[in-house]
């Protein structure tokens, strides 16, 4: 079918010619960038100050006493059946930090890290997998959770989830 508005019989007539009214348009986008560079730095340098702060509060030295051979621990005030759910397997960790082979140097600002994720994400409950190895950071690490604010329970990891060699922890994340 042919279109009828542009009529064979005028083939002399030019493609500007037949289009000499027509105006261009005016571009009246605005492309915005994404956050500039330094103000994602400025966020970035912010998280970090918050976990250097936080790495202030963590002593190396605070030693816990744990009742049991494993290391457990239920906050003030907390539900005491959590722990019993804990150990059941009843929470599914939802993020994973793997510290086995680290230092202590290491391992601490990345335990902070997750931590720090886990209240900003609104995440429940996570999982550290600190290994057999030496048995340093076994040791450690419920050193630390123990004087953390917004750790409110902790227990050696179910057979499924690492064990004797992992820890589930429960983090307070607000209403």
């Given at each position: 079918m042919r279109d009828k508005s542009f009529p064979d019989s005028a083939p002399e007539q030019t493609f500007a010619e037949l289009f000499d009214d027509v105006q261009p348009l005016t571009q009246d986008k605005v492309v915005f960038d994404k956050q500039p560079l330094s103000k994602r730095r400025a966020e970035?340098?912010?998280?970090?100050?918050?976990?250097?702060?936080?790495?202030?509060?963590?002593?190396?030295n605070?030693?816990?006493?744990?009742?049991?051979?494993?290391?457990?621990?239920?906050?003030e005030g907390s539900d005491s059946h959590l722990l019993k759910r804990l150990s059941r397997g009843d929470f599914a960790p939802e993020l994973l930090l793997d510290v086995h082979g680290f230092t202590q140097a290491q391992?601490?600002?990345?335990?902070?890290?997750?931590?720090?994720?886990?209240?900003?994400?609104?995440?429940r409950c996570c999982s550290?997998?600190?290994?057999?190895?030496k048995g340093v950071l076994k040791r450690q690490i419920p050193n630390w959770?123990?004087?953390?604010?917004?750790?409110?329970?902790?227990?050696?990891?179910?057979?499924?989830?690492?064990?004797?060699?992992?820890?589930?922890?429960?983090?307070?994340?607000?209403?």
């Open positions: 970035d340098d912010k998280q970090q100050r918050q976990i250097n702060s936080a790495d202030n509060l963590l002593s190396d605070f030693e816990a006493h744990f009742p049991d051979e494993k290391p457990t621990y239920l906050a391992a601490k600002p990345e335990v902070l890290a997750l931590l720090h994720a886990c209240v900003n994400e609104r995440i550290i997998l600190h290994g057999h190895g959770l123990v004087q953390h604010p917004q750790v409110e329970a902790f227990h050696t990891a179910p057979r499924a989830l690492g064990g004797d060699a992992a820890l589930l922890i429960l983090v307070r994340v607000g209403d």
